[in-house]
């Protein structure tokens, strides 16, 4: 088994019986609760596509690792291709979920580890490289799908993790034992967590002296004991419990809390135990990589705002219509400039010591800041083109009710040649492209906030260079 199909996938998730939260109450049964299925669906279509005649030749590839077929989510990149193919692949499943499909962290730490165990056992003499290579063949071989469980509570940003007051709010390693280890905290917005067979815990920032605890990367399964998943609230949840005017019914995202209440993880789990000289490599590896992928997937979601906003055109009778014609342009460039940056990234992408190749930072930094701006900015194109029925449009139950449902038909017909039914579809749609807030808001934080890719610009750029150049020009000899 190295590449499942998306039964096989679902079937895999029924195996596992992690502790989970919805609205104050135990989720027994995750894979069948409507709101965690869409999510499910999301991350399922990696699975779909890549056992499709049509796409499995973008989405597989045999692992050097393996020697088996494996999807391409379970690959750290060994080439220029690889990196350029990951860009791809989140276009292509941003066309067809609409929405963040959920699979794509977890390989993010992947790529992370494979190329920081190798840097730090090179340091300090550690076993985590061959630890990591075992892991890796592990998801390999069963096609797994990983969480990156990055993000901590953090309690008060201006303090160390250390400092804290409750020393737990970053998570830590409370007990080493003979065994394993023991590590106590919680992480937040943990994409798609009831999706994934396994949570890989990364520090979430550079770390100092003091923070060696805190210092820790590890992998576990996502129902092992002592981890409890809070599924967040969010703007969709209610229609998606319900089965009515989701939009997109079919997909969904969800992001718990996940508390790690003094859970046990063996030795040959654990990446990373103390060496806080590689916390601040190890987050920048992984969110550059995330930066990358959200390069892919955003454009492919901005597609599917650009087609929703055509479609809504046609049925409003505003096809012609010059200034929103030129607002679907200003989509369009959105959408490209998103996926040039990402795939310029990959193509400037450089082989690592361990044989991964890294993204160019700058690059696929550039490209989620454009992210954290534009999809705002398409959103408010796409809400000015369809028109304010985005935001109130009565219920699909109003429509089948028989003393007000016929009004409401009459009344909301478009352009001639447009049904009724079609025209509330891709309104509900627009809707939910608009205001999912799971994946509006990782528009902007996502991979981290925007002062964040910021940073990694300014840091990551050759600003020395930059003044040569200038000074050069204008005759200045130092
Ligand atoms: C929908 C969604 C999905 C996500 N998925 C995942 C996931 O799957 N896995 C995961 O690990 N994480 C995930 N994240 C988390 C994401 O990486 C974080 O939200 C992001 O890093 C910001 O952290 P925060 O939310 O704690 O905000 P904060 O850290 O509180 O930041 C709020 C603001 O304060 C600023 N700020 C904070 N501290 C400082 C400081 N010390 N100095 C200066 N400025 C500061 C920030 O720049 C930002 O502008 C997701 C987030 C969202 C919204």
């Known amino acids: ?150 993000t901590d509570v953090k309690g008060d940003r201006g303090l160390d993790p250390h400092a804290q007051a409750d020393k737990d709010l970053y998570l830590r390693v409370v007990e080493r034992q003979k065994d394993g280890i023991i590590v106590r905290g919680a992480k937040v917005h943990q994409t798609g967590s009831l999706s994934c067979h396994e949570l890989i815990a990364l520090p979430t920032r550079a770390m100092g002296k003091g923070d060696e605890d805190y210092a820790v990367g590890f992998a576990v399964p996502a129902d092992t004991r002592g981890v409890i998943h809070v599924v967040g609230r969010t703007s969709m949840d209610s229609r998606e419990l319900e089965g009515v005017d989701c939009g997109n019914p079919r997909y969904g995202k969800y992001c718990p809390t996940v508390i790690y209440d003094d859970v046990f993880v063996p030795w040959e789990r654990v990446f990373l135990c103390g060496e806080i000289d590689f916390t601040g490599e190890m987050v920048h590896r992984f969110s550059a990589y995330h930066r990358q992928s959200h390069g892919g997937c955003k454009s492919g979601k901005l597609d599917v705002m650009a087609g929703a906003a055509l479609t809504m055109m046609d049925y409003n009778g505003t096809a012609r219509v010059a200034h929103l014609r030129e607002k679907v342009v200003d989509m369009i460039h959105k959408a490209e400039t998103l996926y040039g940056c990402s795939l310029a990234a990959s193509y400037e992408g450089k082989r690592e010591p361990s044989g991964t190749y890294f993204i160019d930072a700058v690059l696929a930094n550039a490209s989620k800041l454009h992210e954290g701006r534009d999809m705002a900015e398409a959103t408010r194109l796409l809400i000015d083109i369809c028109g304010g029925y985005v935001a109130d449009l009565p219920s699909d139950r109003d429509f089948q009710n028989p003393e007000v449902g016929g009004l409401l038909k009459k009344y909301l017909q478009g352009a001639a040649g447009s049904s009724v039914e079609s025209r509330v579809r891709m309104l509900r749609l627009a809707e939910k492209l608009a205001m999912e807030s799971a994946d509006t808001v990782s528009d902007i934080h996502g991979g981290g906030s925007s002062q964040a890719h910021r940073l990694t610009i300014l840091r990551e750029s050759d600003l020395d260079y930059r003044k040569r150049c200038a000074k050069r020009l204008a005759g200045i000899e130092e």
């Open 1 to 150: 088994m190295a590449v499942k199909t998306f039964d096989q996938y679902v079937e895999s998730l029924r195996k596992l019986k992690p502790v989970a939260y919805m609205f104050g109450e135990r989720l027994e049964n995750a894979v069948d609760n409507p709101r965690i299925r869409a999510g499910i669906n999301a991350t399922g279509a990696t699975y779909e596509l890549a056992t499709s005649a049509e796409h499995r030749d973008l989405l597989t590839t045999v692992s050097p690792f393996t020697g088996e077929p494996i999807n391409r989510f379970t690959l750290p990149p060994q080439s220029i291709g690889d990196l350029v193919a990951r860009v791809k692949i989140n276009r292509l499943l941003g066309n067809r979920v609409g929405t963040c499909h959920q699979r794509c962290t977890g390989l993010d730490c992947l790529c992370a580890l494979s190329i920081v165990t190798y840097n730090i056992d090179r340091k300090h003499g550690t076993p985590y490289y061959d630890r990591f290579l075992e892991f890796l063949r592990y998801m390999q071989h069963n096609d797994f799908t990983a969480n990156a469980s990055v």
